[in-house]
């Protein structure tokens, strides 16, 4: 029998992360981070979980796939590996994998049918060749990639960078799926201990990631930083990037800097005395970012004439900095794919495998980001019919779910909405999202002291009807993914302050009925009660935890959280009165079974 599909799997590996995206003739099939299924936040290590996610959602095995493209950014895989048979790096490849990791097929493997590439490579593909564009030119800004001597594509001559330089900042022109490197920006290896970590490297993305360690004590909390930044005070620390001639500088981390958050296990973040001083650091490293970023791309239009932009890479998350490129760099559009960071590594992968290997055309624009499987109504009914959620919740089938979800979210009802595919990347855009009314400024605190459990100072973002946006929000661009960040009109600030922050912004994703006639027809109704075509919109976890992606993780959370109701497919889940009877027994002994699992010794 003829082989009907043509399949390439793009990976990202070892490090945070990880995650698969398969192809199928050149279209994303499925795409999956591993944080997603294991539950454990940017979760490391090998990548059986996530393969096999990817191939049992298509209905194949590894056989049936033409390619496998792969990338590490610490060293190429092949060589990653070769040193994890040896080394032990539980970050990388902890003891409880490496059973696995031994047996796999991709392990160690060396074929023309497996590669690797560079990192901002990779990345690069993940941003122009999945975008509406033909031409244009692609921005990468991340905390740090790959070894100047691990990098494949060709870069201008005149680079004098040394060979263990690390990438910072790349830029490219594309046309077709010719990809040209135009500029990278390298960091130089340091002294001292530490050295090789990337938050103390001299880079636009490594500084950001520096502050934001020093802050939060976690390098990956660069989303609280750029949150934090508004309520900082302008120019009360120097500045920590500047631009001199077209050349990055990075002053050194100095004693300066001698109030950083150590965790003491008792001690308040928010009451700690150095807030005043983190947010105006936060301030500061927000400002020089966007400064810096604004001066690269209008060198990039400057240099190209390029109407168009692409980014990605951890800085194209940064959704205030890529409000100010969309309204300031000159460019006429602006894309930036939902997956921007170290999960969409794997579609850049899988891309330069259908591109440039395979030597096949560009035909997929990525105008959604529902690549996750399908759960189906019987997985739902099967959880929902377990002993210890049949007690505590009350089940309703409706026949019109968006008018009846409508109905309860103007009541001030805080939502756990669950609906076909999950999305791929890391901000909730509508199919796994705790949704409510954001016509009540108290609806924050609600969010955040409820159910999410994280600082009052995080903003929450809206969703709005697409065809609304420009009435509502300044600014003239599409934000599908919630990727820019746009003040908000002033004569609609008082009506939607939830989703408002201190600054006037708003982290906005239009949702249009083609992509998700669902949550489309949600917002229409919720309109029609109350004449505001916009919802407050949040991932479906708490913090520390990743987004909700089966039947199973919604129903956990919505019965250990202030969700008031679970709307999943066509079903409203609701609690019940034994439900204030039940969940405070089953917290005691989830408790307990933690304490025990923590100190029980190993056999």
Known sequence: MPKKHTYVLGLNTYDHDVSACLLRDGAIAFAIAKERITRAKHAS??????????????????????????????????????????????????????????KHPLYLKHSDKVVTISHHLAHAYSAFAVSPFEEGVVMIVDGVGSYRSDVMESFPAEDTATPLARESESYYKFNGTTLECLKKVWMEPDRGFLSDEFYNMPGLGALYSRASTYIFGDWNKCGELMGLAPYGRRDQVKHLLEMHDGKLEVPHWTAEFKQPYVFDGAANWEKNPAMRHWEDLAWRTQDDTENVLLARARWLRETTGAKNLTMAGGVALNCVANGRLAREAGFENVWIQPAAGDDGIAIGCAYYGWL??????????????????????????????????????DVVRSDNVCRDTAKLLADQKVIGWFQDRSEFGPRALGNRSLIADPRKAEMKDILNSRVKHRQAFRPFAPIVLFERMKEIFEGEEDSPFMLIAKPVRSEWRDKIPAIVHVDGTARVQTVREETNPMLYRLLKEFEALTGVPVLINTSFNIKGEPIVETPQDAVNCFLTTGVDHLVIHDTIVSKNRMYKVVSPVLNVYADVRTLVASTAQPA
Do not use: W
């Open 45 to 102: 290590g090998f990548y059986k979980e996530v393969i096999d996610y990817v191939l049992e959602a298509e209905g194949i095995t590894l056989d049936d796939v033409d390619l496998v493209v792969r990338n590490c950014y610490i060293l190429p895989v092949p060589e990653m590996e070769e040193r994890l048979v040896y080394f032990d790096a539980p970050g990388f490849l902890p003891d409880f994998e490496r059973g696995d990791a031994a």
């Open 356 to 393: 440039e290997i395979l030597k096949q055309r560009r035909g997929f624009v990525m105008d959604h980001a529902y690549v996750g499987r399908r759960y189906s109504d019987r997985d739902v009914a099967k959880e929902l019919q377990k002993f210890l959620v049949k007690i505590q919740a």
